[in-house]
């Protein structure tokens, strides 16, 4: 007996309109981007540029102004009309900014130390090591991420002053040579990497140094840069807490000293502003040192063949 079937009908492909086998002109796909939606996309990113930049360019055109030059015109004026640096050299001549600057490096060079090898140790503890309290401690570090700095500042400081180290730069560094944010930072890019390469290890007779030190450490290089960038940047720009510790002038960090600029000449501001950009200018080096490691930071966890 024959059977006798049908032959099979091409498929068709329905369209927007609702036409079978047609598609709608001038339609777009998912990742077809119409010409309104990137002018509008390019609009935001030129806005969110001159709110981040504007500040800084601004800063850095005052300094540059002559003296006979009117900073505070109705049209503001973004290219001086004279340029100059002497408002730099009278900058220096003012306060000891070279003294105030290497306080400053001495107190960020201890915090970035204390953040790469305490957040890294704390991280892979508790990302790769079963303890008893590990969800705990894990769950102390977020919850002291909810409160501010002003809340335990008083405790710091009483701190700090029990082990003798008011009036210290040591005591100005202490409190924040690790950072909670940087240990759940250096966790997370931990954990990210593959268990079984923690477990080859452990077969070829690898300890928990070994495993952290020739295993963890060169797969984070690019968490470890910026945990590295943002504890410079937040030692470096810390105000309150050195004025808070430090009572002697020479001891003074860089943030603490420019504000006898300020003070003293507040009906200047061409200096305010040189002296905002000397103290600028280490975190544009820092920056741009670590810059290549610090985009590689979201690649984290990934094996090399």
Not at 25 to 39: A, C, D, H, L, Y
Not at 68 to 95: C, F, M, W
Not at 128 to 139: A, E, I, T, W, Y
Not at 252 to 271: A, D, H, I, M
Request: proline content about 6%.
């Amino acid at each position: 007996m024959t059977v006798v079937t049908d032959p099979p009908r091409p498929a068709v492909v329905p369209s927007d309109s609702g036409t079978p086998g047609r598609r709608r002109r001038g339609s777009f796909g998912f990742n077809t981007i119409s010409p309104r939606e990137k002018v509008v996309r390019y609009a935001l990113l030129v806005l969110v540029l001159i709110i981040t930049i504007g500040p800084f360019l601004w800063q850095l055109s005052t300094s540059l102004k002559g003296s006979g030059e009117d900073i505070y015109t109705r049209i503001p004026r973004l290219l001086p009309s004279q340029p100059t640096l002497e408002h730099y050299g009278a900058v220096t001549d003012t306060i000891p900014v070279w003294d105030y600057a290497r306080n400053s490096l001495v107190v960020a060079a201890l915090v970035v130390s204390g953040n790469i090898i305490g957040s890294s140790l704390a991280g892979f503890a508790l990302s790769r090591l079963q303890f008893r309290g590990r969800r705990v401690v894990l769950g102390l570090f977020l919850a002291t991420l909810v409160l501010p700095g002003e809340v335990t500042i008083i405790s710091q400081y009483v701190t700090v002053r029990e082990f003798g180290l008011a009036n210290t730069l040591f005591g100005v560094a202490l409190p924040g040579m690790i950072g909670a944010l940087n240990v759940l930072l250096m966790y997370n890019a931990f954990r990210s990497l593959p268990i079984e390469v923690d477990q080859a290890a452990i077969v070829d007779g690898a300890n928990v140094w070994q495993r952290f030190v020739y295993i963890g450490l060169p797969s984070v290089r690019g968490t470890m840069s910026v945990v590295a960038i943002f504890a410079f940047i937040g030692a470096w720009d810390d105000f309150l807490w050195p004025l808070i510790v430090l009572t002697d002038p020479d001891k003074y960090t860089l943030t603490v000293g420019l504000q006898y600029l300020s003070g003293t000449f507040s009906n200047n501001p061409r200096l305010i502003a040189a002296g905002t950009m000397i103290a600028f200018i280490p975190i544009v080096i820092v920056f741009a040192t670590l810059q290549r490691f610090f985009f590689k930071g979201v690649e984290e966890g990934a094996v090399k063949g």
